[in-house]
C-alpha cells in the first residue's frame, strides 16, 4: 500500500488518517476537506491530533480536488451522511478501483453502491469519539471500537481483512466483521437514544441513562421500539464490542428496574468511576446551526416501520423535534424533565 485518502477528513477521517501516517511514515496520506479546517492544514503542512498520547503533529498533503487522490490504494469516506451522494458523485472518478471504507453513521451503502465499485465497498461504524476543536487540530476522547466489513458479497474477504490491518494501524482498536448490517444497526440503535438525549443537552450515560425517569420514559421506548422494527424488517442485529452494545445496554436497562440498583448506579454516576461525557454531533451540529444526521439514524427507524407497516411514534418524534429545532434561530434545549413528561404522553395518546 502507497497511499490512503481521506474524503471528509474532519474529525473521525482526519484522525484515522493522521494516525495511520504517524505509524507508517513512508505512506502518502491525503486529506479531503474544505474551509478554514482545510486552509490550516495546507498552510502548516500537518494535521495535529490530541488524545491520551499527548500531541502529535502529522505531516498530511491537503486538497479539496479530487485529483488530489488520483491512484489511492485505500480511501476512507467520512463525510457526513447527508453529503454522501455529493460528495461521493464528485470523487467516484478518481476513486477509481481504490477500495472504500465508510465509517458513517446511517447505512450508506445504499447511496455509496451507486456511485462506486460494489467488490471494492466496505462499511462500518465506530464507536470512537473524535471532534475538531480549532481548525486542523482534532481530539480523540474516547478510543472506542472500530468494525468493518463488506457492503455487499461481491468483495473478497481479504479485502476486507487487509483494510482492517491498515485502519488498525492507526493504533485505534478495529475488528472486522462478516456480518457488518447488523453490527451497523446496533450502533444506529445506540445513536437512536443518544440523539434523543441532545434535545435537552443530556450528558447520555451520567445524566440519561443513569437516571430512572429519562431512562423509562426515553430510552427505553425509543430502543424497544427499535429493536421490534427491526425484527418486523427481519434485520438480524450483531452483537458490538465495546461499551455501544445496544444488546447489553438494553439488558443493563432492565436489571436497573430492580429497587435499590438505581441508587448505586447514581453513585457510581457522580463518583471517580463515572463514564466519559458523551457529546453526540447532532448537539454540535445544532448550536452551530448545521443540518444534522437525524434523518438517517432514527430517521432510518422510522422509514424502516413505515416500509414493514408498523408504527414507530418515538423514534418519528425524535426527528420531528430535532427538524423544529434545526429551524429554529434560538438555539433553546428542552429540561430533560420536560422531554420525559412528552415522551409519556405519547404513550398515553
Ligand atoms: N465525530 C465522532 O466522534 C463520530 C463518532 C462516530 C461516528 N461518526 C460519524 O462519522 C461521520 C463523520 O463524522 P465527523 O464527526 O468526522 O464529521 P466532520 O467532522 O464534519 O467531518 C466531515 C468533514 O468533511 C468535510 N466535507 C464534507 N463534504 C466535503 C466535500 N465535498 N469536500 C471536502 N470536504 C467535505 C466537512 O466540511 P464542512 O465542515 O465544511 O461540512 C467536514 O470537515 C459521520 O457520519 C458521523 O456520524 C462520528
Redesign the pocket.
Known amino acids: 500500500m502507497k497511499k490512503i485518502s481521506v474524503?471528509?477528513?474532519?474529525?473521525?477521517?482526519a484522525m484515522f488518517g493522521g494516525l495511520i501516517k504517524r505509524h507508517n511514515p513512508n505512506l502518502e496520506v491525503v486529506m479531503?476537506?474544505?474551509?478554514d479546517?482545510?486552509a490550516a492544514m495546507q498552510d502548516r503542512g500537518t494535521v495535529e491530533l490530541r488524545g491520551d498520547w499527548g500531541k502529535y503533529d502529522v505531516p498530511v498533503t491537503a486538497s479539496?480536488e479530487p485529483s488530489a487522490i488520483t491512484g489511492s490504494d485505500l480511501v476512507l469516506f467520512?463525510?457526513?451522511?447527508q453529503?454522501t451522494a455529493?460528495?461521493a458523485e464528485?470523487f467516484a472518478e478518481s476513486i477509481g478501483d481504490a477500495v472504500v471504507v465508510s465509517?458513517?453513521?446511517?447505512i450508506n451503502q445504499r447511496i455509496l453502491s451507486k456511485f462506486l465499485r460494489p467488490d471494492r465497498l466496505l462499511v462500518g461504524?465506530?464507536?470512537?469519539?473524535?471532534?475538531?476543536i480549532a481548525p486542523g487540530v482534532i481530539d480523540c476522547t474516547r478510543r472506542g471500537v472500530s468494525v468493518i466489513g463488506a457492503a455487499s458479497a461481491d468483495v473478497p474477504a481479504e479485502i476486507v481483512d487487509h483494510a482492517a490491518q491498515t485502519l488498525s494501524s492507526s493504533g485505534l482498536p478495529v475488528e472486522a466483521s462478516d456480518s457488518i448490517l447488523g453490527v451497523q444497526y446496533n450502533k444506529l440503535l445506540f445513536n437512536t437514544m443518544g440523539y434523543a438525549s441532545v434535545l435537552s443537552a443530556t450528558d447520555f450515560l451520567r445524566d440519561g441513562i443513569f437516571n430512572r425517569t429519562w431512562r423509562t420514559s426515553v430510552a427505553m421506548p425509543i430502543l424497544d421500539e427499535g429493536f421490534r422494527v427491526l425484527e418486523a424488517a427481519g434485520i438480524p442485529l450483531q452483537k458490538a464490542s465495546g461499551g455501544s452494545d445496544v444488546i447489553r445496554l438494553r439488558r443493563l436497562m432492565r436489571m436497573l428496574a430492580v429497587p435499590g440498583l438505581d441508587n448505586v448506579v447514581r453513585m457510581i454516576a457522580r463518583g471517580p468511576l463515572a463514564p466519559p461525557r458523551l457529546v453526540f454531533?447532532v448537539y454540535q451540529d445544532l448550536l452551530r446551526g448545521r443540518p444534522t444526521?437525524i434523518e438517517f439514524v432514527n430517521g432510518e427507524i422510522a422509514r424502516l416501520a413505515n416500509e414493514c407497516g408498523v408504527n414507530a411514534p418515538y423514534n418519528a418524534e425524535v426527528v420531528r423535534m430535532v427538524h423544529e429545532m434545526e429551524r429554529s434561530t434560538e438555539k433553546k434545549f428542552m429540561s430533560r424533565e420536560e422531554v420525559a413528561e412528552h415522551f409519556r404522553s405519547l404513550r398515553r395518546d
Do not use: P, Y
Open positions: 474524503i471528509g477528513a474532519g474529525a473521525i477521517g479531503i476537506a474544505r474551509g479546517h482545510l479539496s467520512t463525510v457526513k451522511t453529503d455529493a460528495t464528485r465509517l458513517q453513521n446511517g461504524m465506530t464507536a470512537t469519539n473524535m471532534g475538531i454531533s444526521e
